[in-house]
């Protein structure tokens, strides 16, 4: 029997899973194992598309998404569009923890934040604004739908804790080159994220703009409510919606990179699945089992 279990996206997600193992063994909330799992990408500077040196928005600020829900109780905070501070998850986990609310966004966030003594800090670093100077000439110099690389890796985490707790947890910059005030998936319930004991949970990474359509997540855990198993919940919400938007999605779409959907899932056995629409979305996963961490492909629907 599995006592816990913790998958994250993407490689970067591996940092994330040996924290989050390490803590989930010694017996700890899967809610702080997924905030520590988290905030140790937001931290590392080296990751470019979440927290610190992340992706700058079109007037090169860097502007954070980020979530948590508590399975047990349906329980979200989450914040969005926050400027200058590293570890957006913390203030969602004090949203979560400390407001009726559930959302908080931009400046109000910020103050919260500040009220209880999170420190300020410089999310820009010289990668980040280089890549930002590059990606600006190129958006300059393209006549029409230019192609903008990079775009928006989110970090997923979804854990099973050993009292049978199911946690989810997002952060990222969001979309290169967004909007100011832009919000993806990534702190939206259904849509970015969701945890439910009674069924289990789900993340998502890609094109936020198209995941929330489909209320991805949401869409995921409730197919496990049903009786499916993770692999085949992912497979059929990621195929369903992508059959749904096909005609639009060349069309409607500015660049290759915002069609790109994956996701991630766990339920209350520890069971993880994945699926993608493309075929460069690697994952990471550890269960007591083995305790061992594996970076596994996720399958490309068809
Ligand atoms: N999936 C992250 C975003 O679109 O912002």
Known sequence: MVRWAIAATWPFGQ??????????????MGIDAVEEAVRAVELDPSIDSVGVGGIPNIEGEVQLDAALMRGR??????????????????????????????????????RYADA?????????????????????????????????????????????DQRGGITAGTST?????????????????????????????????????????GCLSYAIVDLMRSGASPQEACGDALGGLVRRLEKDLPVRSATED????AVLAIDGEGNVGAAANHAEFDYAY????????HLVRASIIN
Request: charged share 20%; with cysteine; hydrophobic share 40%.
């Open 173 to 213: 910059s969001g979309l290169a080159m967004k909007l100011p005030g832009r919000v993806g998936d990534s702190p939206l319930v259904g849509s970015g994220f969701y945890a439910d004991d009674l069924a289990g949970a789900a993340v998502a990474t890609g094109c936020g703009e198209l995941i929330m359509r």
């Open 15 to 28: 940092m994330a899973v040996e924290v989050g193992s390490r803590l989930l063994a010694s017996g700890v």
């Open 286 to 293: 550890c269960t007591s089992k083995e305790g061992k961490l």
């Open 116 to 160: 209880h003594g999170l420190e300020r800090s410089q999310l820009l670093t010289q990668s980040s604004l280089e890549a930002w100077q590059k990606r600006r000439e190129q958006l300059a110099q393209a006549s029409s739908s230019p192609e903008v690389p990079g775009s928006h890796d989110t970090i997923g985490v979804v854990a099973l």
């Open 258 to 261: 915002m069609t790109k959907m």
């Open 73 to 110: 109780d349906l329980a979200v905070g989450a914040v969005a569009g926050v400027k200058g501070f590293s570890s957006p998850v913390g203030i969602a986990r004090l949203v979560l923890e400390k407001t009726p609310h559930h959302l908080l966004v931009g400046e109000g966030a910020e």
